[in-house]
């Protein structure tokens, strides 16, 4: 099934190319492999990047093969190059970390693969003699250090070589073979919804529930963001008694840990998807990666959506959208305000969890790995390395992302190497065997992110607001946690000055936790992008705020927020900012009505809102 759709999307794309470069050249993107064995599709680059890519997350432990069949249209030998880089020499320390080898044909191409350039690059793999029709491509992975593939580019045309520029917008316009083509229309929506975490979810289903033809689009193929089995971040923030019932969706959806990370189960990505998959009005594009916006004027008219695992583009028009990325990539797209903070952000985690086995355990101690002991980590008690294990505070957070996580990922198997291998924290083995035992049992290659950049509204919430309680007449959904910000930690810095990775909590309790204080809506759509919503870590706040607003069920409770305050624009043909000037009493009518509460239709809803008295 997956080998047809993948040769008849080659000859798809190939009746769009010239002749002689279709016949000639031909691109294989790794994430659409019909088998991944175990490898896993990493999304998190792609702005980057240009694509998903295929990464051998193994724990040190070589992954299964991935491997597919394309069709040769033509005999010959072929030149052919892999997409990869050496992400342990981008980090400065020995290459080689994610070494692997590559097979055309049944033959294995030349050598070991991934070693030594620190950049994205094409890779020359070496030459296969193919027959024409159908051959086998397949990926061994040789060390389980996170090797990875973007794409495997074959040609057997006289001084052809790959294509340099590989952003996703370049690979469009390549127009060879297994290169993205043209754009589906995927539909018109009243809301589209970019980004499946808590802000995302709460925004889908309370829009939906008012009457709204609501897309929600994820580029993960599990919802809930940091908040899912991938990322393994318990949902906090309390749900204090409150005027709005913005809290009934949120505990629809809240996972049952126990503590951050647990086991995957305790993430409940399974009910997440059965509450979406529950409503009628939501269209899901799980697994679709938006990278663009097409415009109308200051207005988003539809944005652009790569679907992983096939390489298909489609576009979700829509009235409007509601930015829950997290990364505020819509609002930066649609030329919306907004701020980062240059240095000195909170980072990103790569959480990890280990056990004993009765059995010893052995872990491969690598070249690349640091030479760390007591005083570079924390023991990971009870199991678990925590959300301090964070890095990447002066990185740019986009544009040097994937290297942040490669530098946790680095850090963390270091420290399990200090533990296994040169007797850290023996003594706190609690099986007492010296960490014979101990296992490395899971560890996110999926990066939590806390701090990207926030998109300004037509109110920017300070913790000067917050310290001075100040009310806003638009106040909505009660922020419960602590002031919360993160910096290096002072003790664990000493023996990594140059590129902490464990961090220090430091709060300021400005908020009764059992009361909260109420966000204004004013802080939940673009100042200057008309039909642009925010609902999630990205929304218009300082950073000082931003150290409070950002658990999830907060952030779940603005996507309800948003999502009645999208069915108002629908049903009242106006903006964002209207609701607030024109029909606050309105919203806030919504915004007290149980979870649960169904319109059948708009028109169902406006009724229901011309009983409400100006
Ligand atoms: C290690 C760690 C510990 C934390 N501790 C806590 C805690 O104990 N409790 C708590 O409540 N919060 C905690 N936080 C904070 C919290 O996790 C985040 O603030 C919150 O997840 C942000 O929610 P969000 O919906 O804005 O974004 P996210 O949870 O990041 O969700 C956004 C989703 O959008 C997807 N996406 C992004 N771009 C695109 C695109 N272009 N197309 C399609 N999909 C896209 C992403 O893949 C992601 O799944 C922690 C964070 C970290 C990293």
């Known amino acids: 099934m997956m080998k047809t759709r993948l040769i008849s999307w080659i000859a798809m794309a190939a009746m769009a190319a010239p002749a002689a470069q279709a016949a000639e050249s031909l691109v294989i993107e790794a994430e659409q492999f019909a088998t991944h064995g175990g490898w896993q599709i990493d999304t998190q680059f792609i702005e980057t990047m240009g694509s998903p890519y295929l990464i051998a997350h193994g724990l040190g432990n070589p992954v299964a093969d991935a491997s597919t069949e394309v069709e040769i249209a033509e005999a010959g030998t072929y030149k052919v190059w892999v997409r990869t880089m050496d992400w342990s020499e ?5 290459g080689g970390a994610g070494r692997f080898t590559m097979s055309v044909g049944g033959k294995q191409l030349g050598g070991e693969l991934g070693k030594g ?25 040789l060390t389980g250090f996170n090797g990875r593939v973007d794409a495997i580019f074959l040609s057997r045309g006289e001084g052809v070589k790959p294509p340099e ?36 979810l709460g925004a889908a289903i309370s829009a939906a529930r008012m009457g709204c033809k ?38 629809e959806i809240e996972d049952q840990a126990k503590a951050s990370p647990a086991p995957a189960e305790q993430f409940v990505d399974d009910k997440k998807a059965q509450v979406v998959a529950a409503e009628k009005n939501i269209t899901l594009f799980l697994g679709h990666h938006g990278y663009g916006l097409e ?34 990539f819509i609002g930066q797209w649609a030329g919306a305000d907004l701020t980062m903070t240059e240095k000195g952000r909170m980072g990103m985690s790569n959480m990890w969890m280990w056990k004993s086995e009765a059995e010893p355990q052995p872990f491969r101690e690598e070249p690349w790995m640091l030479p760390l002991d007591e005083k570079g980590f924390p023991y990971p008690q009870r199991g678990h390395a925590e959300w301090f294990w964070e890095s990447g505070f002066n990185n740019h957070p986009i544009h040097e992302l994937e290297k942040t996580r490669d530098w946790n990922l680095l850090a963390s198997f270091s420290a399990w190497n200090a533990i296994k291998n040169h007797s850290a924290y023996t003594a706190r083995d609690p099986e007492k065997k010296g960490h014979s035992g ?19 509204g037509d109110v920017i919430l300070s913790d000067t607001d917050i310290d001075g309680k100040k009310a806003f007449p638009d106040g909505c959904v009660l922020t419960t946690w602590s002031i919360d910000l993160h910096v290096p930690h002072p003790v664990y810095t000493k023996a990594n000055p140059d590129r902490p990775f464990i961090a220090k909590a430091i709060h300021r309790h400005a908020i009764d936790n059992k009361i909260g204080y109420p966000i204004p809506y004013r802080c939940l759509y673009s100042r200057n992008v008309p039909n ?14 931003l150290g409070t607003i950002r658990v999830m069920k907060t952030i779940g ?26 029909h606050l009493e309105e919203v806030k009518h919504l915004w007290r009505m149980p979870g649960a509460k169904r319109f059948t239709s708009i028109e169902e809803l406006s009724k229901e809102l011309d009983t409400v008295a100006k």
């Not at 159908?134 to 990926?139: D, E, Q, R, V, Y």
């Open 117 to 141: 350039d620190s950049k994205w690059h094409w890779e020359e793999a070496g030459t296969a003699t193919l027959p024409a029709g159908s051959t086998t491509i397949a990926l061994k992975d």
């Open 165 to 200: 520029k590989c952003l996703l917008e370049d690979r469009i316009a390549w127009k060879i073979p297994g290169a993205p083509g043209s754009i589906e229309d995927a539909g018109n929506f009243d809301l589209v919804v970019i980004g499946g975490g808590y802000g995302g």
């Open 295 to 328: 415009m109308r004027g200051k207005e988003i008219a539809s944005a652009k959506l790569l679907e992983v695992k096939t390489g298909k583009l489609k576009k979700v028009s829509g009235t409007f959208f509601a930015d829950c990325t997290g990364h505020a």
């Open 557 to 582: 409770m603005m996507g309800v927020a948003v999502g009645r305050a999208a069915a108002i624009c629908k049903a009242r043909n106006c903006g964002p900012r209207d609701v607030y000037e024109k």
């Open 214 to 251: 609501v897309a929600l689009v994820q580029n993960r193929e599990v919802l809930g963001g940091n908040g899912s089995s991938e990322v393994r971040v318990w949902a906090k923030g309390n749900l204090p008694p409150s005027e709005f019932l913005m809290a009934d969706i949120v505990r």
């Open 90 to 94: 981008s980090l400065g320390r020995e």
């Open 438 to 456: 101990a296992k490395l049992d899971w560890m996110a290659y999926v990066g939590g992110t806390r701090e990207t950049q926030q998109l300004l």
């Open 532 to 545: 642009l919503f925010m609902a999630g870590r990205n929304i218009s706040v300082t950073r000082e705020a």
